[in-house]
């Protein structure tokens, strides 16, 4: 992999605002869109944990908007950004969230179990780095199929530890296969600091240690993230074999919506709140030229849309009941019946 | 009709499935050097090392990328080597293959089997001998198949791969070797359906995998001695064919259930609960369980032994239920 050192900063008035405008639509309908997920708790309307994005949304917009639709991403549990940025219904995902008809999967799988096939979305996944193996799985079926689509797979910092880490990107890497993986660093394995559990230098070292083209960047930094994604895919497709990045972001809330982060150091939020990613890429986008009227549109079409998704969401029915039976599996019937 | 291994109905099953559909493929340890049994002996040969994929030792791998495949257009048979290897996958299985369909609103599919070959194999001790089959029985999402015969091997083997869910299928090690009658040309087994081995009035014998040839042995001694047993090989065990044991049992009002595994929890619990359920006022006997005591399998042959149904259990337990028969 090319080292690329693109950066915000560094960008100044060679900024491509029009591309960069439109990834700020995205950062800001994400953030919207936790937000009021967030905020439905107060209505009681979200029923099961959800894990907000909010603070890693240069990540997720970042990598998505260099994949095709039919490239295939797979996604964790705190994944609403990535499922949004890959082109998602935001009024599907926010019904899924309140377990209503209609929701990306029928109300059953909620937040944590987010899948759009019809964009590339494999799903989001409630065990933590369960979806690496299942990401070189996909790519081998591609590979196999001698198809060009490539998969991204996104991952948190925790996911290190485990070994399906390992056992994939070795997998990954022994079968060349067009996977880009992505740590998606935001500092907390649920509530403890993933550096006081990690070994070693960390993600990045880790993937070098097996052969795969490694790089740490700022995830704050959308202009760093999206060059680093354009690079890395770029190789996937010359069939130069799995990629890695790792992108250093913070999350900006608890592990969950209803966790306060009591355990964080105040200096260090304050510190990672500065570099906000949506705050430093309006800036950037400011002296590059593009007119405060386009930033602020940005932001408030983005909550326009969101409270609008937020309003039919809440008033959609629950689904039907009988779904609870569908979609098990094809063999065998899953209602206990008496006998007659 | 031809005499084949149930090893090389196994074969013969992957064979014929991989010339028919170009999407399944198969994954595991060893598999280029034909498997750790031989069970894909020269299949590499055939199909090709993209097709007879030689995996790291990586249980957890070889279970989520057949997971991931399966949802990208592709049938991958998981090898798992031994049963007890997959309990190294068991998340890939269980929290991943066997709910994504319903968790993801029937959005796709997961067509994958997973061999895992089972049971107790003289002195294999305790990591290579268990048949855990109710595990697998007790999550809903998994098909559930033990066969017992080289024809069923062969013709539930092709049925579970056309299938689009996810099945576990259990092939029992001792059986490798075992030789039988398969039909010349397409030969598909249902899955769920029971196979009644034997008929008889006086007593159901419901059993699956390598049991069923020590119930068949005890029913061949138990007609000397006057009693005619019914032996029901289940074959599958989710979905288990009710219908058919039920109506043997109402028949025979008495029901012995017989498998390899621990008998606390096991699959044969499912079956004798089902049964007193829907038929207690039909039994003329307690139902009977037999299966393996709560210990793990030993090494030494007379300490392994004491986890076996043999065919002397299952005739004493059928002589004590039908005392009355054989009287009379």
């Known amino acids: 992999m090319t080292i690329i050192q693109a950066t915000l900063e560094g960008a100044g008035a060679n900024l491509d605002t029009g591309r960069f405008t439109a990834m700020l639509d995205t950062m800001w309908r994400i953030r919207a869109f936790e937000e009021l997920a967030v905020r439905s708790l107060d209505e009681k309307l979200v029923l099961g944990a959800i894990h907000p994005s909010i603070g890693q949304e240069a990540c997720a917009a970042g990598i998505c908007c260099n994949m095709e639709r039919e490239d295939l991403l797979l996604s964790t549990h705190r994944g609403h950004g990535h499922t949004l940025a ?35 979305m494999l799903g989001a996944n409630g065990v933590v780095a369960a979806n690496i193996t299942i990401a070189a799985g996909a790519a081998h079926a591609l590979k196999l199929r001698g198809e060009k689509r490539v998969v991204v797979c996104i ?50 070292a880790r993937a070098q240690s097996l052969g795969l083209p490694a790089q740490t960047i700022d995830g704050n930094d959308v202009v760093a993230v999206d060059a680093a994604t354009r690079n ?19 999350r900006m809330t608890g592990h969950t919506a209803v966790d306060a982060a009591a355990y964080r150091d105040p200096a260090e939020v304050t510190r990672w709140r500065e570099r906000d990613p949506i705050t430093r ?60 | 009709m031809s005499v084949i291994s149930y090893l090389e109905a196994g074969k013969r099953a992957v064979r014929e499935e991989m010339q028919r559909d170009p999407t399944v493929w198969a994954l595991g340890e060893d598999l280029g050097r034909g498997g750790v049994f031989g069970q894909y002996k020269g299949l590499i040969d055939e199909f090709g090392p993209e097709r007879i994929a030689d995996t790291p030792i990586s249980e957890a791998c070889i279970m989520g990328a057949a997971v991931g495949a399966a949802m990208t257009g592709t049938r991958p048979i998981v090898e798992m080597r031994f049963s007890d290897f997959a309990l190294c996958a068991i998340d890939e299985l269980v929290n991943q293959a066997a709910k994504a369909r319903f968790m993801f609103g029937g959005q796709m599919r997961v067509p994958m089997v997973v061999r895992e070959p089972t049971g107790m194999w003289r002195s294999s001790a305790a990591q290579h001998s268990q048949s855990l089959e109710s595990w697998y029985t007790h999550i809903p999402g998994l098909v ?130 089902t049964v007193a359920e829907a038929l207690h006022h039909r039994l003329k006997a307690p139902v009977q369980r037999l299966g393996a005591p709560r210990i793990p399998i030993a090494y030494a042959p007379p300490l392994e032994d004491e986890a076996r149904v043999t065919e002397k259990k299952i005739i004493d337990a059928a002589k004590a239920l039908c005392l009355p028969v054989a009287a009379s």
């Open chain 1, 86 to 120: 890959k082109g998602a219904d935001a009024l599907a995902m926010m019904r899924e969230l309140f377990g209503r008809d209609g929701g990306t999967c029928g109300g059953k799988g909620g937040s944590m179990h987010i899948a759009d096939f019809d964009v590339g």
């Open chain 1, 155 to 204: 991952f948190g910092d925790g996911a290190i530890n485990r070994g399906p880490f390992l056992e994939g990107l070795n997998w990954a890497k022994v079968f060349d296969l067009p996977v880009l993986f992505v740590c998606e660093d935001n500092n907390f394995s649920a509530t403890t600091h993933t550096a006081a559990m990690t070994a070693g230098p960390g993600a990045a």
């Open chain 1, 232 to 250: 890395a895919l770029a190789a996937l497709h010359a069939g130069e074999g799995p990629q890695f990045l790792h992108c250093k972001t913070y």
């Open chain 1, 281 to 340: 890429l309006g800036e950037a986008l400011r002296l590059a030229g593009v007119s405060e009227a386009r930033l602020e549109e940005a932001r408030t079409k983005a909550y326009a849309e969101m409270e609008e998704v937020y309003a039919t969401a809440r008033d959609t029915a629950w689904p039907d009941v009988a779904g609870a039976y569908r979609d098990v599996q094809d063999c065998g019937d899953p209602q206990v019946r008496p006998y007659s």
């Open chain 2, 144 to 273: 559930v198949v033990a066969p017992a015969t080289p024809a069923d091997n062969l013709g539930l083997l092709k049925s579970a791969i056309r299938n689009d869910d996810p099945v576990v299928y259990l092939e029992h090690k001792n059986l490798w070797p075992l030789e039988g009658e398969v039909p010349e040309g397409e030969h598909l087994v249902p899955l769920g359906e029971a196979q009644i081995v034997r008929t008889g009035r006086d007593l159901t014998l419901v059993t699956w995998s390598a049991t069923r040839h020590s119930c068949v042995a005890a029913a061949d001694a138990l007609e000397k001695q006057g009693i005619e047993a019914e032996v029901i090989d289940l074959r599958t065990l989710w979905p288990w064919d009710r219908d058919r044991v039920l109506a043997s049992v109402e028949k025979t009002g008495r029901l012995i259930v017989a498998h390899e595994a621990v008998a606390v929890s096991g699959f044969g619990a499912e079956i004798a609960a």
